[in-house]
């Protein structure tokens, strides 16, 4: 089993709707973090969590909510989804050692 | 906050050498990253500078000189699997440890 899981792997929504994206971990890890990446483009930072009772805003929060449901789970929502959210979305989670460990990443399609 | 920069595209020749190069602005410098990820998958993790010099791992090795504010990743013997984008990261230690992307290399090997 993959260390890092997000849910669902694809998903096309239509402009306006509200879409959950999940994240589950099994490294016992306390941070845990939601990337966005645009084609070309570097992972950018939406929102972090160091642990259950504790959310910070990233580089690009506007449009975007978090829920940090349990240690090992931490949830993405787009309020109201708009085309621009168009991306690949990526969760990760570090120990507060050297490397973090993704998931697989969700391809995200608002039309 | 933090400027990451790092070429946009590379192309080099099947058992060639490439060095990559990443300057970056940061306050509390703490780690510098490499991560290689192929196209519509996770980033993997390659290596991790924090001290000045250089570590090698195989055929990639990874350089740090942190009074330049410079890394540069070293692949060495290309091979056509190593055609993928590479991802600088910096991790600061006044930013909760979190890590901080560049917009990531595409390198193209050819035969």
């Known amino acids: 089993d993959a260390d890092v899981t997000q849910t669902p792997r694809n998903r096309i929504t239509k402009t306006g709707k509200r879409i959950m994206l999940e994240c589950s971990q099994t490294?016992?890890?306390?941070?845990m973090y939601w990337y966005r990446q645009d084609p070309g483009l570097g992972l950018r930072l939406i929102y972090y969590?160091?642990?259950?009772?504790?959310?910070n805003k990233g580089e690009i929060s506007d449009g975007y909510s978090v829920s940090r449901q349990a240690q090992a789970k931490f949830s993405l929502s787009l309020e109201s989804a708009i085309p621009n959210q168009t991306a690949l979305y990526f969760c990760a989670t570090t120990g507060g050692g050297t490397e973090a460990f993704f998931g697989q990443g969700t391809r995200l399609t608002v039309v | 906050g933090q400027n990451i920069d790092q070429p946009t595209e590379m192309t080099a020749t099947e058992g060639a050498i490439v060095q990559i190069n990443c300057t970056y602005q940061t306050s509390g410098f703490n780690g510098l990253f490499w991560y290689q990820q192929h196209a519509g998958e996770a980033p993997t993790f390659l290596s991790y500078n924090v001290l000045d010099g250089l570590e090698e791992k195989g055929r990639f090795s990874s350089f740090l000189s942190r009074s330049k504010g410079y890394s540069y990743l070293l692949l060495k013997e290309l091979q056509m699997k190593d055609s993928a984008s590479y991802l600088c990261a910096v991790r600061e230690d006044n930013a909760g440890n979190m890590l901080t992307f560049g917009g990531g290399t595409r390198l193209m090997v050819k035969p």
């Open positions: 969590s160091f642990d259950v009772k504790d959310i």
């Open positions: 490294k016992g890890h306390d941070r």
